[in-house]
């Protein structure tokens, strides 16, 4: 009886461990973006619906209000596009409330999640492009450490940055020429740089952020970068202006 009790304990134990044995490999990883637009409002869910009534009228009272307008369309693409110009270009003013005088700044493409449309620009609008609780961070790069950003920004086929700063690069990624305000870059020189914090900690393959000095990265919820965005928007809608960026030759490919 023994013998049949622990045959019986054995065996189902056994035949377990080999079932959690799976005989799988990941051989690839594909990803994309759904767009959610209004194609989805041709069958809607009533419970759902129902469900969410309740919150629409906080969310949309948070969410709605302008806080500026664009003249044209803004979108992202490398190597450069009008919105990663404009964002990158905004992170730079964005200093003037720090008291930095900034020689360039860096935003990633990565980091945009959305486009502006013509038109009003919305708090949620901006949640929208800017999603993340990243903050603006100040740092201080020697020329050579900006020479290897630059090589960095050239093997990922360009990033957003400001006016004045203009790279050639390779289709297969080589920096060829690097300039900020029409001057080659100094190696011996120091160079005050604006991005967001997730950048200076040396993310998204920009390494050279690493070596940063002089590290200015405040923390409260209004320098999250978001804001900093819609203050820009704000402050041109006061002086009658619809923001406007365009492609003028940052990053070029040959």
């Not at 596009?81 to 005088?101: M, R």
């Not at 020329?143 to 390779?170: C, D």
């Not at 900093?228 to 202006?241: E, L, S, T, V």
């Amino acid at each position: 009886m023994y013998k049949k009790l622990l045959l019986f304990l054995i065996v189902p134990a056994a035949l377990g461990v080999s079932s959690c044995r799976q005989h799988y490999e990941l051989i690839d990883i594909n990803r994309s973006r759904i767009l959610v637009d209004s194609c989805y409002d041709a069958s809607p869910d009533k419970e759902a619906q129902a469900f969410l009534a309740p919150y629409q009228y906080k969310v949309d009272s948070i969410m709605s209000p302008v806080v500026g307008e664009t003249a044209e369309y803004l979108y992202s693409h490398r190597p450069e596009s009008p919105l990663s110009n404009l964002l990158a270009d905004i992170l730079q003013w964005g200093g003037n409330g720090f008291n930095e005088k900034v020689d360039f700044a860096l935003y990633n493409v990565g980091g945009i999640r959305a486009a502006f449309a013509k038109g009003k620009v919305t708090y949620g609008d901006v949640v929208d492009v800017a999603p993340f609780e990243n903050k603006i961070c100040f740092l201080s790069l020697t020329g050579s450490q900006v020479r290897e950003l630059f090589n960095e920004i050239a093997k990922l086929g360009g990033e957003g940055l400001s006016h004045g700063v203009n790279l050639v690069i390779t289709k297969d990624g080589k920096l060829l020429e690097s300039s900020i305000n029409g001057k080659a870059i100094d190696d011996n020189a120091t160079y005050r740089v604006a991005t967001l914090d997730y950048l200076a900690q040396g993310n998204d393959g920009l390494d050279a952020f690493k070596y940063g000095t002089s590290v200015v990265s405040p923390k409260g919820n209004d320098n999250n970068v978001r804001f900093i965005i819609m203050n820009y928007f704000r402050d041109k809608m006061a002086h009658g202006i619809a923001v406007d960026s365009k492609v003028e030759g940052r990053v070029v490919i040959k």
